[in-house]
Nanobody, 121 residues
Framework: QVQLVESGGGLVQPGGSLRLSCAAS????????MGWYRQAPGKQRELVAV???????KYSDSVKGRFTIDRDNAKNTVYLQMNSLKPEDTAVYYC???????????????WGQGTQVTVSS
């Protein structure tokens, strides 16, 4: 069983910064892509950023140039550095990991519990 534990959300003023962390725990699994999604009230969950196992990254247009995703593969941890935050970035942020369990040839998507990010003055 793989668990994702997130931390780092909170309340910040517009223009401020936050850093989210997500660690995958378990044993014997291999992590492929890790990323962040967010869901604002009344809206669908959307991709924010993803980091592949090959050091590739992808960002939504709304966060390009402001957010940076990076991974520590040795720790199965992904980070999201969020700068120049705007009120429209307010949402619950969810960590996502595409994982190959031990002894399996297929991958599964796992989700964290979500962490609230609120950008407000």
């Amino acid at each position: 069983q793989v668990q994702l534990v997130e931390s780092g959300g909170g309340l910040v003023q517009p223009g401020g910064s936050l850093r989210l962390s997500c660690a995958a725990s378990g044993s014997g699994f291999r992590v492929n892509a890790m990323g962040w999604y967010r869901q604002a009230p009344g809206k669908q969950r959307e991709l924010v950023a993803v980091a592949t196992s090959g050091d590739g990254t992808k960002y939504s247009d709304s966060v390009k140039g402001r957010f940076t995703i990076d991974r520590d593969n040795a720790k199965n941890t992904v980070y999201l550095q969020m700068n120049s935050l705007k009120p429209e970035d307010t949402a619950v942020y969810y960590c996502n990991a595409v994982v190959v369990p031990p002894g399996r040839a297929v991958s599964f998507a796992y989700w964290g519990q979500g962490t609230q990010v609120t950008v407000s003055s």
